[in-house]
């Protein structure tokens, strides 16, 4: 016989969990690229992109694509990841989305040049993709 417990919903909702926790202080941290003045590029897919409507509150998902040429700083994955989660719960239409991860991408790690797509997943027979590009 076992002496766990199963939480209530209540105590359950009450704490933050570990991953709640790391989202929620999820922000862009960088570190020095090791190949300064070597022109490359970097291509990360984030595909559990998720946020909601700012119209009809439902849920939005997509495929985040960015790729990028680094100057001095590189994105950490990890802090990439939590960044992109951190958009769950937010009322963020398709486009502004996609333009603020470019800015807070641009701000972070200041690339020579950056692509973001946003590939949302066909809701109501649309299907939406946002493409955001800066370059020095």
Same mark, same amino acid.
């Given at each position: 016989m076992s002496n766990f417990l199963p939480e209530t919903a209540s105590e359950s909702s009450q704490e933050m969990k570990y991953g709640e926790r790391e989202i929620a202080s999820g922000q862009l941290i960088t570190?020095?690229?090791p190949r300064v003045g070597r022109r490359y590029n970097i291509n990360i897919?984030?595909?559990e992109f998720t946020c909601k409507c700012p119209f009809s509150g439902y849920p939005d998902f997509a495929t985040i694509y960015i790729s990028y040429v680094p100057d001095e700083r590189v994105v950490e994955? #990890?802090?990439l990841k939590l960044y992109i989660n951190s958009?769950?719960?937010r009322y963020i239409s398709h486009e502004e989305s996609a333009n603020q991860i470019?800015?807070?991408f641009v701000a972070a790690c200041d690339p020579l040049?950056?692509?973001v797509k946003a590939d949302f997943t066909p809701r109501g027979n649309v299907h939406t993709v946002v493409e955001v590009h800066?370059? #020095?």
């Open positions: 570190f020095p690229n897919s984030l595909p994955l #990890k802090a958009y769950r719960d470019l800015d807070d040049e950056v692509n800066h370059q #020095k």
